[in-house]
């Protein structure tokens, strides 16, 4: 039971008689260095032939220390075995002195933990794949406590992994719990939840997130915690808006220049009629309506004009009645030069 039980944890005894410069290995210890009792040929420099190039100065350092910490041994080093495979090892010990002080013998076990080796080199790579994302990559339990706080999220929320862990989202937030309420609902349903929330940050910005949250099982399929990845899009809306608002202008530079084309077909007519009453012999008052008439039709003519400029997309100086802007800017220009806080003045002479 006991070589059992040492072969599945792939655990080797060892001894080694200093005075005799002999080494005795267990059948598992054999089985780690991968060799056979008539291979090994039992010295301590058939040890060091075992251990990897690199790690034998190491090792030596470690065991020339071991009087000074009562005589135990306990390193980790890399061997290489007879088919060239490298494994890594954990071996403790303990040195057995004379009343001189010499050592005699030294007893220990080696541990092969090349597998477990491996397996924490690739969750510290993958921890540090997700501490490199710019996302917030987040994992809380279903009270919301947050029990994992990446370095993304360090960025996205302003708050540290150390203030972070252990509190609740909502209360680091601070905001109404009843706010994850619907999201809660759609999670448990669902097992997945997609979409947009407005959150402030520890400056207290509101920020804008686009969340993808899922719901993690247990072995037994019973939820257990959420993962959250939240990336920061609030720079991106804003260039969503600006462009939206560029498209809305232009839209209305369209319309404008319809509804002024309609305008001056309507008000040249008008304008050449007054025009040409006034040869007419008429009194004094019909003169004077057919003066206004005129004056009216012009006023309209120049703000029609004023309208094709915007739309036409052009600049120039104000001038009574309105704004018109500067010829030189092209129609493919429009939606650049005009940001929504302008304000154009389009109404008749010396109104506002």
């Not at 059992?4 to 005795?24: F, P």
């Not at 994992?139 to 252990?166: P, Q």
């Not at 999201?183 to 097992?191: P, R």
């Not at 010829?327 to 506002?352: K, N, T, V, W, Y």
């Given at each position: ?101 010499q050592a005699l013998r030294s007893a ?202 915007f739309a036409r997309g052009e600049q ?37």
């Amino acid at each position: 039971m006991l070589a059992s039980a040492v072969k599945i944890a792939s655990v080797g005894a060892w001894e080694y008689d200093v005075v005799k410069d002999r080494i005795d290995w267990a059948d598992e210890t054999l089985r780690i260095f991968g060799t056979t009792r008539a291979a090994f040929g039992g010295r301590l420099e058939d040890f060091w032939d075992f251990v990897h190039p690199e790690d034998r100065f190491l090792v030596r350092k470690l065991e020339s220390q071991t009087g000074s910490v009562g005589g135990r041994i306990a390193m980790e080093f890399r061997i290489v075995r007879p088919d060239g495979a490298v494994r890594t090892l954990y071996d403790e010990g303990q040195v057995v002195y004379d009343e001189a002080g010499q050592a005699l013998r030294s007893a220990g076990m080696a541990m092969d933990i090349t597998d477990r080796k491996r397996s924490q080199e690739r969750i510290e790579e993958q921890a540090a794949l997700i501490d490199e994302a710019r996302d917030a990559i987040v994992v809380r339990d279903l009270r919301h406590r947050i029990v994992s706080w990446n370095k993304g999220a360090e960025r996205v929320y302003g708050w540290s992994s150390a203030d972070a862990l252990g509190d609740t989202l909502h209360t680091l937030l601070g905001l109404d719990p009843k706010i994850f309420e619907g999201i809660e609902a759609a999670l448990l349903q669902q097992e997945a939840w997609n979409g947009e929330i407005e959150v402030p940050n520890k400056a207290g910005k509101i920020i804008t997130l686009d969340c993808r949250w899922t719901l993690l099982r247990d072995a037994q399929g019973i939820p257990k915690s959420i993962l959250s990845i939240d990336s920061d899009v609030t720079e991106r809306k804003k260039l969503e808006q600006q462009s939206y608002r560029a498209q809305r202008l232009d839209s209305i530079g369209t319309l404008a220049g319809g509804i002024a084309h309609d305008l001056n077909n309507i008000l040249a007519p008008i304008t050449l009629g007054a025009g040409l009453l006034k040869h007419y012999e008429m009194g004094n008052k019909s003169l004077r309506i057919v003066k206004r008439i005129e004056s009216s039709a012009r006023r309209g003519t120049d703000l029609v004009q004023q309208v094709l400029t915007f739309a036409r997309g052009e600049q120039g100086a104000k001038v009574p009645g309105g704004s018109a802007y500067r010829r030189g800017r092209s129609r493919s220009h429009r939606s650049q030069h005009f940001p929504e806080e302008h304000r154009f003045r389009i109404g008749p002479a010396g109104g506002p």
